[in-house]
């Protein structure tokens, strides 16, 4: 065992405390998989990751560092906000990016590109794949939320690595007032996602779409600011119109927190999902 730095990142959020938490563990050299599974169910949080250096396929296709991705069931292929964090942690220690202004992550899904300007970061979205959910799937999720009928004004199957339900609600209030059986939802093995977009989104500086996270088949009731989720949702919503090129999403009200998750479509049609991160704690682990 060796003494490794570490960082805990709040990502989404410049207040430590008001987004989502991820541990990284800077110098992962050595490390089984056994380790890593162990270390990260061990934090408890929703993700640790481990960062390494670049696969020479990696390096040769312009990775600037490897990560790898543990919640603490498993690995994962690719996260939102623990992609933000890392990076945040990486640039922090000192690293360069090969290009200014973006780092590349090798991680198991592939290679995902960071744009860092001043104090925030923003992943690109992967790929994504989305279909018309079950007609059964959509009254059970309803039901398990509490949700009437007329209050979901569209539903698709999401899929950018982790598989949502994207709902798309008729209000912000519907959104904060849900009170979901997670225990149903576990039984149902359908990890969901609701959102209300306001008219306005695009029109202020305030945020203009709220979201709501529940992945209980993964263990985690309510997520308090979800990368992936936001990414998945803005590129089934803006393609069909139902949502503008650029806004700004409020997240974690319903548990005390106050992430901030900036969305934009380039001029190339790519989703770019960020916010801040802030370092709150910072040392070394005996791993």
Same mark, same amino acid.
């Given at each position: 065992?060796?003494?490794?730095?570490?960082?805990?990142?709040?990502?989404?959020?410049?207040?430590?405390?008001? @987004?989502?938490?991820?541990?990284?563990? $800077?110098?992962?050299?050595?490390?089984?998989?056994?380790?890593?599974?162990?270390?990260?169910?061990? +934090?408890?949080?929703?993700?640790?990751?481990? /960062?390494? #250096?670049?696969?020479?396929?990696?390096?040769?296709?312009?990775?600037?560092?490897?990560?790898?991705?543990?919640?603490?069931?498993?690995?994962? #292929?690719?996260?939102?906000?623990?992609?933000? *964090?890392?990076? &945040?942690?990486?640039?922090?220690?000192?690293?360069?990016?090969?290009?200014?202004?973006?780092?590349?992550?090798?991680?198991?899904? @592939?290679?995902?590109?960071?744009?860092?300007?001043?104090?925030?970061?923003?992943?690109?979205? #992967?790929? /994504? %794949?989305?279909? =018309?959910?079950?007609?059964?799937?959509?009254?059970? !999720?309803?039901?398990?939320?509490?949700?009437?009928? &007329?209050?979901?004004?569209?539903?698709?199957? $999401?899929?950018?690595? #982790?598989?949502?339900?994207? $709902?798309?609600?008729?209000?912000?209030?519907?959104?904060?007032? $849900?009170?979901?059986? &997670?225990?149903? /939802?576990?039984?149902?093995?359908?990890?969901?996602?609701?959102?209300?977009?306001?008219? +306005?989104?695009?029109?202020?500086?305030?945020?203009?779409?709220?979201?709501?996270?529940?992945?209980?088949?993964?263990?985690?009731?309510?997520?308090?600011?979800?990368? +992936? /989720?936001? =990414?998945?949702?803005?590129?089934?919503? !803006?393609?069909?119109?139902?949502?503008?090129?650029?806004?700004?999403?409020?997240?974690?009200?319903?548990? *005390?927190? =106050?992430?901030?998750?900036?969305?934009?479509?380039?001029?190339?049609?790519?989703?770019?999902?960020?916010? %801040?991160?802030?370092?709150?704690?910072? @040392? +070394?682990?005996?791993?």
């Amino acid at each position: 065992m060796h003494q490794r730095p570490f960082k805990q990142i709040d990502v989404f959020s410049h207040r430590p405390g008001y @987004g989502n938490p991820v541990a990284v563990v $800077l110098d992962a050299d050595g490390l089984g998989d056994a380790d890593m599974r162990r270390f990260a169910a061990w +934090t408890n949080l929703s993700e640790t990751t481990f /960062l390494l #250096p670049p696969t020479e396929a990696g390096r040769a296709a312009g990775a600037d560092y490897r990560v790898r991705i543990f919640s603490p069931s498993g690995e994962l #292929p690719f996260a939102g906000h623990p992609t933000l *964090g890392t990076c &945040h942690a990486w640039l922090q220690a000192g690293h360069v990016p090969r290009q200014r202004g973006l780092v590349v992550q090798e991680c198991s899904l @592939g290679l995902v590109r960071v744009e860092h300007a001043g104090d925030t970061l923003a992943f690109a979205a #992967p790929p /994504l %794949q989305r279909s =018309a959910p079950s007609p059964a799937l959509v009254p059970l !999720i309803a039901s398990a939320l509490g949700l009437r009928p &007329h209050q979901i004004l569209g539903a698709q199957l $999401l899929d950018n690595g #982790p598989v949502w339900l994207g $709902l798309l609600l008729d209000s912000a209030d519907t959104v904060l007032g $849900l009170r979901p059986d &997670h225990a149903r /939802l576990k039984d149902l093995g359908q990890d969901v996602g609701v959102i209300h977009v306001a008219p +306005t989104a695009a029109d202020t500086g305030q945020p203009g779409a709220v979201v709501r996270a529940f992945a209980a088949p993964m263990g985690n009731p309510e997520d308090p600011v979800t990368g +992936t /989720l936001n =990414a998945s949702l803005a590129e089934w919503l !803006i393609a069909d119109g139902l949502a503008p090129r650029q806004y700004l999403v409020a997240q974690g009200e319903c548990l *005390g927190r =106050a992430g901030r998750v900036h969305v934009r479509q380039d001029e190339q049609h790519q989703i770019w999902v960020g916010g %801040q991160a802030v370092t709150c704690i910072e @040392g +070394t682990v005996l791993l």
